[in-house]
């Protein structure tokens, strides 16, 4: 597994994910539990989004579309 996006938190890094399974690319979201250690600091990088090495680039694809502000699902 390779880590292919770094989510300000957990529910982007669900919707990232959901993104992602939508196109057909298995994904993990990684840090789940650290968000919740932190208490009451600001929380950012402890959300990854991993993939496996073989589905690295069209993840970083969706992954662009997704920055780019283009979520509306599957690729063309």
């Known amino acids: ?3 292919v996006y770094n989510a ?3 529910t982007e890094g669900h919707i990232v ?7 057909g ?5 990684g840090g789940y539990y650290l968000q919740g250690g932190v208490g009451d600091l600001a929380v950012q990088g402890f959300v990854n ?4 090495e ?6 970083r694809q969706v992954i ?3 920055e780019a502000g283009d979520s509306g699902g ?3």
């Open 1 to 3: 597994m390779q880590k």
């Open 8 to 10: 300000s938190n957990i």
């Open 17 to 23: 994910r959901g993104l992602l399974e939508a196109n």
């Open 25 to 29: 690319i298995s994904a993990h979201v």
């Open 49 to 52: 989004i991993l993939v496996p």
């Open 54 to 59: 073989e589905q690295v680039p069209a993840a």
């Open 64 to 66: 662009a579309r997704y």
């Open 74 to 76: 599957k690729q063309a």
